[in-house]
T-cell receptor
């Protein structure tokens, strides 16, 4: 299996621009998570989905952020308009329901820089 | 804050020594997991311990869990330079699938 695939790996944009981050979870995984990592705040859970349905979006910082999962193999995290404080590494992770290890499988992350 | 706390924040040891890092969390849990993150990479799962377990081993890793104190420790024995990474604990918030990560410990193993 190819693992969780995220794109782009790096994105540099200017304040006010729209940013779209993409994630392809591992096939057969029922749960998908979006995390944000910064030095100041560590790893923050933004939102997670079960069977393509958003379960908890309480970590989404504000209305500028939105996430969708139109099907089991694709999710997006959109920031519109972007601001410099959104600069961070955004991780997508997936896992199967049940299972013995409860393991989350992470992508390599999308590093976002907003100038 | 949604996060737990880990200490120390940073740890530097010589190759061959043992490394111990601690994690405290805030909510009731079903299980606690430890992850490793190499610089510039995603997190990788190391080990899971369930709330009814007190200790678990996997290779050079030993994890303990004290639910009464809401704390866990990760011991890496006979450390190697390749163990240099950040280590995070993660808990399933009140038994949900909402995984909350600690602040992490940066481990540096000197050859």
């Amino acid at each position: 299996d190819a693992g969780v695939i995220q794109s782009p790996r790096h994105e540099v944009t200017e304040m006010g621009q729209e940013v779209t981050l993409r994630c392809k979870p591992i096939s057969g995984h029922d749960y998908l998570f979006w995390y944000r990592q910064t030095m100041m705040r560590g790893l923050e859970l933004l939102i997670y989905f079960n069977n393509n349905v958003p379960i908890d979006d309480s970590g989404m910082p504000e209305d500028r952020f939105s996430a969708k999962m139109p099907n089991a193999s694709f999710s997006t995290l959109k920031i519109q308009p972007s601001e410099p404080r959104d600069s961070a590494v955004y991780f997508c992770a997936s896992r199967r329901a049940g299972g013995n290890t409860g393991e989350l499988f992470f992508g390599e992350g999308s590093r976002l820089t907003v100038l | 804050s949604q996060q737990g706390e880990e200490d120390p924040q940073a740890l530097s040891i010589q190759e061959g020594e043992n490394a111990t890092m601690n994690c405290s969390y805030k909510t009731s849990i079903n299980n606690l997991q430890w992850y490793r993150q190499n610089s510039g990479r995603g997190l990788v799962h190391l080990i899971l311990i369930r709330s009814n377990e007190r200790e678990k081993h996997s290779g050079r890793l030993r994890v303990t869990l004290d639910t009464s104190k809401k704390s866990s420790s990760l011991l890496i024995t006979a450390s190697r330079a390749a163990d240099t990474a950040s280590y995070f604990c993660a808990t399933d918030d009140s038994g949900t699938y909402k995984y909350i990560f600690g602040t992490g410990t940066r481990l540096k193993v000197l050859a």
